[in-house]
Structures are given as C-alpha cells and as structure tokens.
C-alpha cells in the first residue's frame, strides 16, 4: 500500500519506518529541509532504540523516501497520515495549526479519493476541523469527483520503545463512521494484527478522547505515587514496601508506580493541559486532573528543596553531579524534564552543575549553550569530581550499580540524593553515605 506521512517526528517517523519495514512504501513529508536531507542521508534527528537502523535498511530498499514536496506526498499516497505537533497554546489547549495546515495542504494538491488520518495527539473535535478545511478548500476548487474520509488513528508510543510499540502495538483504535475507511485501515495494520485481535473500531470522537484518557490515567497514577511517597516520608513508611504491597493486586498492577522526581516529556504534561482546557470549553471542571498536574508541578521541585534543606538554605558556590538530564531513561528529550527545573533552581541559588546523561548531553548544550553555571561531562565518573553532592535525576541502567567506592573518592562529601529511589538506603548507610530517596 502507499502511504505518505506528514511529519517526521518521533510518531511520523517511528509510524513510517515500521510500515515502510512490513512492505508498504511510504514517503514522509517535512517542511524543514536540513531535515530531511539529515534523514536522505540516514542522520536520525532523534535518539530512540532501534530506529536509526529501521529508517536506513527501508531507505536502501526504497520503501522509505524523504521529501520536502507536499505536492508528491499527497499525490503519492491514497492514505494520508498526519503526524505533526500539536504543542500547547498560552492557555494550555492544543495548537492545531500544524494539523489544518497539512489537512489543507491536502485538499490542494489530492487529484483523487483520500484518507486523511489524524495520527497526531488533538483533542475531541479536531476530526471535524479538519473535514471543514478540507471541505472548505475543495468547494474552492470545484471538483465534486474529490472525496475523502478523516480517521482518527492515535497513537500509543513510549519514547524509549517506540519502535516496539509500533511493532508491536497492545491495540490499534480506528476511530471512523466509513465502512471503506475501516476496511482500508484493516489492510494497512494486517502485518500487525496477526497474533490476535487488537483492531478496536469506535467513533471519531471516542477515539479521539481515548488518546488523552490513557496519557492523563497514567499520569494520575504517576501523581498518585508520588503524593503517597511524600506522605510515607513523613509518617516513616517505606513507599518501596508499599508499591510492591499494592502492585501485586492485579486490579492495580505495577506499572507507572514507581515515585520519583515527577514526570515529563512532550506527552503527558501537555495532554493533561490539553484536556483540562477543553473540559473548560464545554463547562466541566476536571478537579482530578488539575490536581495531578499540580502535583506533579511541585514534585519537580522536591529535590531542589532536599538539596536545600541538607545545606541548611545555603548552595552558593557549591557544586553539584547531576546523573541523568532527559526526562526519561532510552531518549534526549529535555522537554519538560525534572532536571531542568532543579539545575535553574541550583543556578538561581548560586550553584554550579557537573552533568552527565547517556544521550542528552547535544540537547542540554542546545537548551542551556550560554549557561556559565553548567559543564557536560564526558562520564558519569567524571561529572563526580570536586562536587559537594550526587543527585540521581534520570534512572538510566548505567547509574544503577555505580562504583560507590569511586563516588566517595570523588564528592567532597558523601551525599546522595536519589530522585528514582536506585539505591537501597540500608546499603547506602553502611557505605558511609547520607542519602536522601524519595518516600524512604
């Protein structure tokens, strides 16, 4: 099957690697030509397992093409995905301009039947304005031969495994009312529907509402943990024991409890905003929701404030080892990372940061290229020396059973605080250590 792909993002080109990987031949479109001369070449912008050797085999073997001409992509492709971003307006709600602006771009060059497919996270009503753009722009030019169907097909990728995601995907929801759409989509997701059922078929706008249903549950779960961390702190609980003791109830499962230093990324903190924002629209006030996202606001702040506390209010010309920048382990992506938050709080109170991470070293200098206060180290080791403290920012697998010998060489003093609870406290203690983990 053809298929073109607008956008090449970490969903547009994750979802045009796979298929272009089981037979299909699609041509990805971007608007940013450094880009997709990057791509031509089998420069992948984005760090995600996997991927980079996916996106070059399928360009070798021509199933996978890069252009930044519009007009070739929509007359490529009968199926149209629309991955582009959807960032958050001053108010928080999502901004759809790149999304009409490709709906509209197709309605201007398709010299047949299309099937536009909202791939890109939009809130419940987008696959409306995007049939009014086209709608609109087909009337204008007068062909009555010119149909399409817009689908909603969200998608459901972790940064980090996204590539197995798309592989291998839990469920594939296909939010439309057309039988030839549904049919289509059925051929196109086959290859990966082979195991068992995993098509789920449903209106446009339930489709679209399940996209934000499952980031903003997760992220509730997220904030759940780590309001109970903070409460098992102060009552001299052990918030380990305790996810453990609710995570082997299967009605509630061991997956997104674990406590931390808040959560971040391009999906969850702009999803939540996203859907509080429309619940505003139709009069609904999303009490859970806005609740989930302050906590997490001021969770990004407690490591900044342990720090604080140990050094009694006073970090001027201290320096601190940050293990771990990007938001999550397995990506570069600084966005909304907890990090970011504790080094500018660390750099407000006059501190210097030696920091290291795995893969967002390139990202951090792009963020912060004029920051006198910070320097990138090349190890983790390194980032350790003549610093007043570790903190553990980011639960990368090489920062889970560090030499802790050569840490307390390192460090002034043998502090750690611990953002992803990595380290046993009792171990830490014996090894000479003050440590401070979340909840314990």
């Known amino acids: 099957m053809k298929v073109t792909v607008f956008g090449t993002g970490y969903v547009g080109l994750v979802q045009g690697a796979v298929l272009a990987e089981v037979g299909h031949h699609v041509i990805c479109v971007d ?9 031509q070449q089998g420069q992948i912008p984005i760090y995600e397992p996997g991927l980079e050797n996916l996106v070059r085999d399928n360009h070798a073997a021509g199933r996978l093409q890069f252009t930044t001409d519009a007009a070739v992509g929509v007359r490529h492709g009968t199926v149209q995905f629309i991955a582009v971003g959807t960032p958050p307006d001053e108010d928080g709600s999502a901004d759809l301009q790149y999304v009409l602006a490709v709906a509209a771009t197709i309605a201007e060059h398709m010299d047949g039947h299309r099937i536009i497919i909202n791939k890109s996270t939009v809130p419940v009503g987008t696959a409306r304005q995007v049939c009014d753009t086209v709608n609109k722009i087909l009337a204008g030019r ?98 380990e024991m305790v996810r453990q003791g609710i995570g082997s109830d299967p009605r509630i499962g061991y997956h997104f409890i674990y406590p931390g230093a808040g959560y971040g990324g391009s999906c969850f903190p702009k999803d939540i905003q996203a859907l509080i924002r429309t619940a505003e629209v139709v009069d609904f006030d999303a009490r859970l929701l806005r609740a989930v996202e302050s906590r997490n606001q001021e969770q990004k702040t407690l490591l900044f404030r342990k720090i604080s506390r140990h050094f009694q209010g006073d970090l001027s010309g201290k320096t601190f080892a940050i293990w771990g ?57 390194s980032a350790l020396k003549g610093a007043d403290a ?49 909840g314990r």
């Not at 590539?163 to 549904?182: K, L, Q």
């Not at 697998?397 to 030499?403: E, G, N, T, V």
Request: proline share 5%; net charge negative; with cysteine.
């Open 325 to 381: 920048l990007a938001f999550k382990p397995n990506t570069n992506d600084m966005r909304e990372a907890p990090s970011r938050v504790l080094m500018e709080a660390l750099w407000q109170a006059g501190a210097q940061v030696r920091a290291y991470d795995p893969e967002a070293m390139e990202e951090t200098q792009r963020l912060y290229l004029d920051c006198d206060e910070l320097q990138l180290c090349g190890t983790k080791e």
């Open 31 to 39: 608007v940013d030509p450094d880009k997709i001369e990057r791509l």
């Open 142 to 239: 007068g062909d009555p031969a010119l149909t399409f169907d817009v689908v909603s097909n969200p998608e459901f990728l972790k940064e980090g495994s996204a590539v197995a995601d798309c592989m291998r995907p839990d469920r594939i929801i296909i939010g439309t009312d057309s039988s030839d759409a549904e049919e289509v989509m059925r051929e196109l997701y086959a290859p990966f529907n082979r195991n068992h059922e995993k098509i789920i078929v449903m209106d446009v706008q339930s489709a679209e509402l399940t996209k934000y249903a499952a980031n903003c549950m997760l992220a509730t779960k997220i904030s759940f943990m780590n309001e109970m961390a903070n409460l098992a702190e102060l009552l001299g609980a052990d918030i």
């Open 390 to 438: 570790l903190v553990v920012v980011t639960d990368w697998q090489a920062f889970k059973a560090p030499d802790f010998e050569l840490i307390r060489s390192y460090l002034n003093s043998p502090v750690v605080f611990d953002g992803r609870n990595l380290y046993d406290p009792r171990r830490m203690a014996k090894k000479g250590f003050q440590y401070y983990a979340t």
